[in-house]
Nanobody, 122 residues
Framework: QVQLVESGGGSVQAGGSLRLSCAAS????????MGWFRQAPGKEREGVAC???????SYADSVKGRFTISKDNAKNTLYLQMNSLKPEDTAMYYC????????????????WGQGTQVTVSS
């Protein structure tokens, strides 16, 4: 079992920045694929970014160049640095983990956080 707890959401104006954090505990999550999903009202959930056990990162085209995913294994924490935010980034953001599948290609990871809201105003 892996437990995930997000923090760091909030409201920001377009062009601003936020950093999301995800505190992880439990199983050997450091070997897992870790990442972030988001879901806006009326829209499907989408994978935003993924980092694997070796630290390789991948991003959805919609956030590439603006968002950076990272992890600190010593602190058991996953991060998502979000810069140049746009109103269309407004969504509930979820931390997720899966032992086997890359999160940009697997929509149903085994473990989820409770979500943190990000609101970007124009």
């Amino acid at each position: 079992q892996v437990q995930l707890v997000e923090s760091g959401g909030g409201s920001v104006q377009a062009g601003g920045s936020l950093r999301l954090s995800c505190a992880a505990s439990g199983d050997t999550y450091s070997t897992y694929y870790m990442g972030w999903f988001r879901q806006a009202p009326g829209k499907e959930r989408e994978g935003v970014a993924c980092i694997d056990s070796d630290g390789s990162t991948s991003y959805a085209d919609s956030v590439k160049g603006r968002f950076t995913i990272s992890k600190d294994n010593a602190k058991n924490t996953l991060y998502l640095q979000m810069n140049s935010l746009k109103p269309e980034d407004t969504a509930m953001y979820y931390c997720a983990a899966d032992p086997s599948y890359h999160l940009l290609y697997w929509p149903s990871p085994d473990y989820w956080g409770q979500g943190t809201q990000v609101t970007v105003s124009s």
